[in-house]
């Protein structure tokens, strides 16, 4: 049993920067793959990236390779995402999730979920 906490949203104009956490309880956080996702208003979540259980892989979806980035510290059982150049469609609920297995680009390969933090992106 893993449990998540997301933080570090907030409000942050265009092209500014924000760094989200996942904080995870228990032992065994390194044998997780980590995941982040949003899911604006109206909308189905939508994969952002995934990180491997060890750090050592990375991917990105199309939308924020090149201004996302995440990783992770296992000493501390934590995953952040650091979120760049930011742009109002980029606004959403960001959530992490952790995979028992390598997680993959969709909801249903993960099996614990933080419970999200909001990101706003103004013009």
């Known amino acids: 049993q893993v449990q998540l906490v997301d933080s570090g949203g907030g409000l942050v104009q265009a092209g500014g920067s924000l760094r989200l956490s996942c904080a995870a309880s228990?032992?065994?956080?390194?044998?997780?793959?980590m995941g982040w996702f949003r899911q604006a208003p109206g909308k189905e979540r939508e994969f952002v990236g995934r990180?491997?259980?060890?750090?050592?892989?990375?991917y990105y979806a199309d939308s924020v390779k090149g201004r996302f980035t995440i990783s992770r510290d296992n000493a501390k059982n934590t995953v952040y995402l650091q979120m760049n150049n930011l742009k109002p469609e980029d606004t959403a609920v960001y959530y992490c999730?952790?995979?028992?297995?390598?997680?993959?680009?969709?909801?249903?390969?993960?099996?614990?979920w933080g419970q999200g933090t909001q990101v706003t992106v103004s013009s």
């Open positions: 999730a952790a995979s028992r297995t390598y997680g993959g680009s969709s909801p249903p390969g993960y099996d614990y």
């Open positions: 228990g032992r065994t956080f390194s044998s997780y793959a």
């Open positions: 990180i491997s259980h060890s750090g050592t892989t990375t």
